[in-house]
């Protein structure tokens, strides 16, 4: 039996992927500097929700070192993303501008 709780994150989740879908559907393919427009944001919205990223992350593992989000799933993506914006123009990316 579903619980009263896991029936509202359900029905959150399914909100949040038909928005989701609906904004895929309004721009599937963004140009080069749309992507990299994004690609920038990810940085500043990881480093000012690290706090409940690291407090989602330990009540989801039972324990999970805060320090550990803050490098692994925190710092470190936020740089994956950055490099990536910075490469965009010369990797891959680049091959599938609009």
Not at 13 to 24: H, P
Request: aromatic share 8%.
């Amino acid at each position: 039996m579903i619980s009263a709780q896991d029936q509202q994150a359900i029905a959150h989740l399914e909100e949040t992927f038909a928005l989701q879908k609906a904004a895929y559907l309004k721009a599937p393919c963004p140009s080069l500097k749309e992507r990299e427009e994004l690609l920038m944001r990810i940085p500043a919205m990881l480093m000012s929700n690290a706090k409940r990223i690291a407090q989602a992350m330990n009540s989801d593992y039972g324990y999970h070192p805060e320090l550990t989000t803050y490098m692994f799933d925190v710092a470190n993506v936020a740089g994956r993303a950055q490099f990536a914006a910075a490469h965009s123009r010369s990797g891959w990316l680049a091959t599938i501008a609009l």
